[in-house]
């Protein structure tokens, strides 16, 4: 009936920007992220990669409305650093600890069937 | 004498205050009556959820970094200790089923990969039912749904995704199956089971409606292949099918028929639940079973007994005594059934899971291998950190 469609919950519409950046205006070092077509997945493992930082103060995430399908994360961060270098940092880190897991899970795949 | 000593040690204070400006936290760490890693009960605290007999406690996950710099501790990761600590031990491997454990990682990428496997990893199933004849019970839409659920062996990653609503039906992105029953007067009933459903290697064989056949030319079909599926050389190796041929589609009785055609495409199960790959995919922390003190005689006999799963065993140790000890604590499903029974069997036994191991288990509906599912789902992941920071404006 009045249902969304269900790509909606996945495409980006044209026009809409995929990660916009806003800085906060009463906090020095503050900014929210939001990030279109994204939820607790990228979220959460967001959220957790921002905390190892020694220089961030405070980052969550959450996503305003089960009907937006958007996520908003929040970082505050010390005058070492900026929450733009912090959400930079902890993503290519991510990035790389994922390569690192692929290839750990491979070369266990391969020991495996060849063990056995 | 005196005046001189304190100018001395206050000069001594500032020259050592400046220091640590400039060292910042390696030069705290490095003083001598800073501890360097946490007392063992916090330690606990950190690394383990112990479950007692009314509740489980410490189930937070400390990942901030700065949780215990009051004692001095470092709790921030850094991607070289991550690579150090982390392990990939795979337990179990069937056609359709994975167990693997993964240690050193966080709750929130676990879960990650259990959402992703679930919901974003890519299939093929049966979207669109072309139904010529339904003379069946089964309605026409509760047929097109039960089809729509029935797992296609067919590589995913061969296709493309269908474009503009489903209009260009090409062999890039359709796969078509025929489905053509009879149950002939004065027969008894038939089941109708997946395996009568037919590959359509050169495309759909039923002519559109609208479109009036000229004379002499073949009538348009719902499908534009411009070659058969079968010629293509990566379905030689992949020939495509259903993953179970004994999936009840229908019951015929005498007279009745079914004739349909069944286009699948390519999806991901946030769409619809008929393209998640997986049947399950979960997680538990590994669970650690420890003997605070030692279980002897009747008592060794009395908690092996009480637990269902045999995580317990008993060892002689001489002397005509016997002695409790963990045998399979992988086993232990955390009944807690050992330590029920008073205050006493609390204190013998200790009940834990630990945070940052985590046994994973994919059962995979047979479109793709358990293990190549996982790398996927990886690769879905890698390729979403990739978007979020590139798309950064």
Redesign the interface.
């Known amino acids: 009936m009045n249902a969304p469609d269900?790509?909606e919950?996945?495409v980006v519409p044209e026009g809409t920007?995929?990660?916009?950046?806003e800085r906060d205006t009463k906090i020095i070092n503050a900014a929210s992220?939001t990030?279109e077509r994204?939820e607790?997945?990228?979220g959460?493992?967001?959220?957790?990669q921002l905390?190892?930082?020694?220089n961030?103060l405070f980052a969550g995430y959450k996503l305003p409305h089960p009907l937006q399908y958007k996520i908003i994360v929040r970082i505050h961060t010390t005058s070492q650093s900026s929450p733009m270098q912090a959400?930079?940092q902890s993503?290519?880190?991510?990035?790389?600890?994922?390569?690192?897991?692929?290839s750990?899970?491979?070369a266990?795949?391969l020991k495996?069937s060849r063990d056995? | 004498m005196s005046s001189s000593s304190s100018s001395s040690s206050s000069s001594e204070d500032e020259s050592m205050s400046e220091q640590s400006n400039e060292l910042g936290l390696d030069f705290i760490l490095s003083l001598d009556n800073v501890p360097s890693k946490l007392p063992p009960h916090l330690e606990l605290f950190k690394t383990r959820v112990l479950c007692n007999n009314d509740a489980p406690v410490h189930t937070d996950t400390v990942q901030y970094s700065g949780a215990y710099a009051i004692m001095g501790v470092d709790n921030s990761v850094r991607l070289d200790s991550f690579c150090e600590n982390f392990k990939v031990e795979v337990k179990r491997l069937t056609d359709s089923d994975i167990e693997f454990d993964m240690i050193g990682i966080d709750p929130a990428i676990a879960n990650a990969f259990r959402r992703i496997l679930i919901a974003e990893v890519p299939t093929m199933a049966i979207e669109r039912v072309y139904i010529a004849n339904n003379t069946s019970v089964v309605q026409d839409e509760v047929l097109s749904h039960r089809l729509g659920l029935i797992p296609i062996r067919a590589d995913p990653r061969l296709f493309e995704y269908p474009e503009n609503a489903g209009d260009d039906k090409n062999e890039k992105n359709t796969i078509v199956f025929k489905l053509h029953v009879r149950c002939q007067v004065g027969q008894p009933r038939i089941t109708v089971k997946s395996d009568k459903l037919k590959w359509l290697p050169n495309g759909s064989e039923l002519p559109c409606e609208d479109v009036k056949p000229n004379a002499g030319s073949k009538p348009k079909t719902f499908t534009s292949f411009t070659c058969s599926q079968d010629s293509l050389p990566e379905f030689s190796n992949n020939s495509i099918g259903l993953t179970y041929s004994d999936i009840i589609l229908a019951k015929l009785g005498p007279g009745q028929e079914i004739e349909l055609e069944a286009h699948a495409v390519k999806g991901t199960g946030k769409t619809h639940a008929k393209w998640s790959p997986v049947a399950t995919t979960w997680y538990r922390m590994l669970p650690e079973v420890v003997l605070l003190k030692d279980v002897e005689d009747e008592l060794a006999e009395e908690l092996k007994n009480k637990c269902p799963v045999n995580v317990f065993d008993i060892e002689d140790i001489g002397k005509g005594k016997r002695r409790a000890k963990v045998a399979r604590p992988r086993d232990c499903t955390l009944c807690r059934e050992c330590i029920r029974g008073g205050k006493e069997w609390e204190d013998r036994v200790s009940l834990r899971r630990v945070k940052n191991h985590f046994i994973f288990t994919i059962e995979s509906t047979g479109a793709l291998p358990p293990e190549v599912l996982f790398t996927e789902a990886v690769k879905i992941l890698e390729d979403k950190c990739e978007r979020v920071i590139t798309e950064l404006s």
């Open positions: 269900r790509y919950r996945f920007k995929k990660v916009s950046y992220f990030i994204e607790h997945t990228i959460n493992i967001l959220r957790m905390h190892r930082d020694p961030v959400y930079n993503v290519n880190d991510l990035d790389r600890e994922l390569d690192h897991l692929k750990a899970f491979e266990e795949m495996f056995y």
